[in-house]
């Protein structure tokens, strides 16, 4: 008993405990004040596949296993409850989602840019994801829960020259194959961190260190796909540790050649809850080259953009403006984009904001970049399929991040006066071919499929 009176156990940092306390309260406002009692679509499917009846009961649909098992105990208490709001999901959301933002996510960027955190930095974090994503906090979607899997694994990896190395990169493997299997895309992240791990998070240790380190988080990813290949197995016969999308992200990379965006709406008064908006140059370049785009394979693909380089450069392009242009933060939207133009230039301007505060730093490091590359991966590699603006959300997540650990208002001031006459010309410039572009975009509103 004396023994285990003298161990030291880990504290929080004073403004840690009150960052946490502070956001935790924040997000059940927000879960309250939005009054949603009830889940759509995506959400819906997540939050059905939530109970214990479908743990070996998977639709041939499904998109990873691991989410909707993390549901469970929440949907289990709602159910046990009978409340028919979903307080369970908004409680233990918001109390985890609180923990994760004030603490790794808020560390991870700190590793990342250096800099500093306070209450009021680690709240920023939270509170802005909250701002231009609210539905990610409101409805059970894989979306943040997959970042936050991949950041708590970047994390741990990164914490090499602690104790325990080998269990840490163990669990950061299943981290990260945690995100995989709560989002198919982070895949590429998967196969960022295999490289990183022995050539940046362990760069300059012996190459037996490297490869033990590598094993351990190959080891720890392998076990987190178990689960998956017992479901592939029973599904399809085929005992694969991989989800089985193929066909579904080719799909996503042809619908990314006539569509610039799609959108949910939960409007009654609409033809169709999806929302549509059409890329004309994509339908014209599908309609010059049919036999480019006739056989639906990631490699046929692959060979139409080697073929065709500008075109795809400039749907890109497009994707990305579109993609950042947040008009529908809810997810499942009441209101037409359409008539959303002051927030989509809110949105710029936040946008623009971030990207001066990281690129006009006092002091930068380019080993920044190890840290933010799954991240990065991830973003890039969504660019190029039908894009809804919560896929670039890890994007926002890195700029929010280099604000909060960076920013410090004598310096921002200084780069302001100094550089003023070229900043207002080129917010101008740029906010003018935003709304171009995004104004194209709304005009091109169908509810069918192009």
């Known amino acids: ?24 309260l924040v997000l059940l406002l927000a879960n309250w004040a939005s009054a949603v009692v009830s889940f759509p679509y995506d959400a819906g499917l997540y939050w059905d596949l939530g109970q214990t009846s479908t743990l070996h009961a998977f639709p041939h649909t499904f998109r990873g296993y691991l989410w909707p098992y993390i549901l469970i105990p929440a949907h289990t208490i709602d159910q046990w409850t009978g409340i028919q709001t979903p307080w369970a999901w908004r409680i233990i959301s918001s109390l985890i989602y609180s923990l994760l933002f004030t603490g790794p996510v808020a560390e991870l960027f700190k590793r990342s840019f250096g800099g500093r955190l306070s209450i009021a930095r680690r709240s920023w974090m939270a509170i802005a994801t909250l701002v231009i994503f609210p539905g990610l906090f409101l409805y059970p979607l894989s979306d943040l829960p997959a970042a936050l899997f991949l950041v708590c694994g970047i994390l741990l990896t990164d914490s090499r020259h602690g ?42 240790r012996p190459v037996w260190t490297r490869a033990v380190a590598l094993l351990a988080f190959v080891l720890g990813a392998a076990i987190v796909c178990v689960p998956q290949a017992v479901i592939n197995k ?73 073929a065709h380089p500008l075109f795809f450069f400039g749907a890109y392009g497009r994707h990305l403006v579109n993609g950042i242009d947040v008009r529908d933060g809810m997810v499942y939207t009441d209101e037409l984009s359409k008539n959303r133009t ?20 006092d002091t930068k490091n380019w ?20 894009i809804e603006t919560r896929f670039l959300m890890p994007l926002y997540l890195l700029l929010f991040g280099a604000v909060a650990t960076r920013f410090e208002w004598s310096y921002f001031a200084s780069q302001l006066r100094r550089h003023w006459a070229s900043i207002v010309v080129g917010y101008v410039g740029l906010a003018s071919i935003w709304l171009a572009i995004t104004s194209s975009t709304m005009a091109q509103l169908r509810y069918v499929f192009p």
């Not at 990169?169 to 998967?190: D, H, K, P, Q």
């Not at 965006?261 to 049919?290: C, K, M």
């Not at 990207?355 to 006009?360: D, Y």
């Not at 080993?367 to 039908?386: F, N, Q, R, S």
Request: with cysteine.
């Open 1 to 24: 008993m004396e023994q285990l009176m003298h161990i030291r156990y880990p504290r929080w940092p004073r403004e840690r405990v009150i960052a946490f306390s502070f956001i935790a």
């Open 163 to 204: 104790r325990r190395w080998v269990i840490r990169c163990l669990a950061s493997g299943a981290l990260v194959a945690a995100a995989y299997n709560t989002r198919t895309i982070y895949m590429l992240a998967f196969l960022a961190m295999l490289a990183l791990v022995p050539l940046f998070f362990f760069r300059g």
């Open 234 to 306: 029973r599904l399809y016969g085929v005992a694969s540790p991989l989800v089985q999308t193929s066909s579904l992200m080719a799909s996503q990379l042809y619908w990314g050649v006539t569509l610039q965006r799609y959108e949910t709406s939960i409007r009654h008064d609409v033809p169709s809850a999806s929302l549509f908006y059409r890329d004309q140059a994509g339908i014209a370049f599908n309609s010059e080259f049919p036999g480019y785009l006739s056989k639906h394979t990631i490699l046929n693909y692959a060979t139409t953009v080697i």
């Open 342 to 361: 002051i927030w989509s230039l809110f949105c710029f301007t936040l946008f623009a904001f971030c990207t001066f505060v990281l690129s006009t730093r």
């Open 367 to 386: 080993a920044e970049w190890g840290y933010l590359a799954p991240l990065l991966v991830v973003v890039v590699g969504i660019l190029p399929g039908a």
